[in-house]
């Protein structure tokens, strides 16, 4: 069994519209290898997913906006679909959420419509990333390099086409956010470090 990502917790953000593979597929990926998974929509109850043009299931959520936090989570996926990130770029606390994990510089993991909310952040400046091809124009005009590529990996940030390329995307979303994300001891030892210099530092 992987675990590679034992005790991460990963945030999903996404609403009404959104393509029901690309949240289903590498949200299991990431349960798969041991991670804990919070779907986060701007309101609570469910969300309708789509399968391309055809209503899909209703999928709960486990957080809203408001009760989610950047900082309890190890890394962020945005699912793709048409509808979903044109709704959540024109919400300023999801282009906040999104915002606040790449000035972290923390994991983001981005398919198909999703670099929208990428745009929207001010997120993709110097960047090389790929996307559905009909985004291309919006990534360059915000500064970044949009190339037709399965999988691109920079930096932190890994971005997909479409759900063709779903099994690259999640095998790439688990390799990198378990190479990527230091682990639940690692940060307990920096905790207890940060903890042991700050009274030197006290006035």
């Known amino acids: 069994m992987n675990i590679a990502l034992q005790g991460r917790r990963i945030a999903i953000l996404a609403t009404d519209g959104v393509e029901q593979s690309e949240l289903e597929q590498p949200r299991r990926a990431l349960d798969d290898a041991g991670a804990t998974t919070h779907l986060i929509a701007p309101t609570d109850g469910s969300i309708q997913a789509m399968n391309h043009e055809e209503h899909g299931s209703r999928i709960p959520v486990d957080r809203t906006l408001a009760e989610a936090r950047p900082g309890d989570y190890d ?3 945005l699912p793709g679909g048409v509808a ?32 929208w909310m ?13 996307s559905w091809p009909s985004l291309q124009t919006d990534i360059r005009n915000a500064g970044g390099k949009w190339v037709d590529e399965e999988v691109r990996i920079d930096h932190r940030l890994i971005t997909s086409r479409k759900p063709k390329d779903l099994p690259a995307f999640c095998a790439a979303i688990v390799r990198e956010f378990a ?6 001891e690692v940060e307990a030892a920096h905790s207890a ?9 006290a006035v």
Do not use: W, Y
């Open 75 to 77: 890394a962020l996926l």
């Open 84 to 115: 979903n990130p044109d709704l959540l770029r024109m919400n300023e606390h999801a282009v906040q959420f999104v915002r606040e994990f790449m000035l972290a510089d923390k994991p983001v993991a981005a398919i198909c419509h999703a670099p």
């Open 118 to 130: 990428l745009v929207e952040a001010d997120a993709v400046a110097g960047r090389t990333l790929t």
């Open 179 to 184: 190479r990527q994300v230091e682990s639940p």
């Open 193 to 201: 470090a940060d903890a042991e210099v700050a009274p030197r530092f």
